[in-house]
């Protein structure tokens, strides 16, 4: 079995750019053809995330998750659903504020990778205390995969929430590529995206090229 440590430590050292599916996002592209598509392009991890399907058609999803990401030695991560992370082998799963509570998840799943979402300074601060293996901020733009309204955090809140807690972070909400630069300067490893990928005329091309500017900033002489 796979642990957590290293889960995690694959995480860290490999991952960049973390892509999550959206099937109804995807210009009528299944989620099989999205994820084929950016694991052609190198991606290190994926997140399926499906709120309208029903419980067999997740688990058939995520099955086929499981081989494809296997077989290209990405880590894979299940949105909010635990008995679909479990059942699927998956490498991870993340939680939003109104999913199960990520301290009870963690006693139940102590290898899984553990994402939890959080919108304010305090839930970044409690993250690690819950159990959390990385987090995320957002949104920090304007997005249209939220169906209910949330307040949009900006740039400035990288280093407001990273201040609290020294985990892994993620961020989300409305990233395109041209924040990049933006976002990198500001501390950015791992952009979390849907629209970008899903909505790119050629997935594999538009992921190629996010990789590649992520990477070179990670290239890049430190200060």
């Avoid at 995480?11 to 598509?37: H, M, N």
């Avoid at 419980?55 to 077989?71: D, I, P």
């Avoid at 209910?148 to 400035?156: D, K, N, P, S, Y």
Wanted: with cysteine; glycine share 6%.
């Amino acid at each position: 079995m796979t642990t957590h440590q290293e889960r995690l430590q694959k995480f860290i050292e490999e991952v960049t750019l973390y892509p999550v599916s959206c099937e109804k996002l995807a210009l009528g592209r299944s989620d099989r053809q999205w994820l084929e598509a950016v694991l052609a392009a190198g991606v290190k991890i994926v997140q399926l995330r499906d709120k309208e399907a029903d419980g067999r058609t997740l688990f058939n999803k995520a099955k086929m998750f499981r081989e494809l990401t296997r077989a290209a030695g990405a880590l894979f991560i299940v949105n909010d659903r635990l008995d679909v992370a479990l059942l699927s082998e998956a490498d991870g799963i993340h939680l939003g504020n109104d999913d199960l509570p990520c301290e009870e998840v963690r006693r139940y799943a102590p290898e899984l990778i553990i994402g939890v979402s959080c919108n304010r300074e305090e839930e970044a601060a409690t993250a690690e205390a819950r159990g959390a293996s990385y987090y995320n901020i957002g949104p920090l733009f304007p997005t249209g995969t939220k169906e209910e309204a949330r307040e949009v955090l900006g740039i400035e809140a990288i280093a407001r929430f990273s201040r609290h807690s020294q985990l892994p972070i993620t961020v989300m909400g409305g990233i395109k590529k041209h924040h990049l630069p933006e976002l990198m300067a500001a501390g950015v490893k791992r952009p979390a995206v849907v629209t970008a990928l899903t909505q790119a005329a050629d997935i594999t091309a538009e992921t190629k090229n996010w990789l590649e500017k992520l990477q070179q900033h990670r290239a890049l002489p430190r200060p």
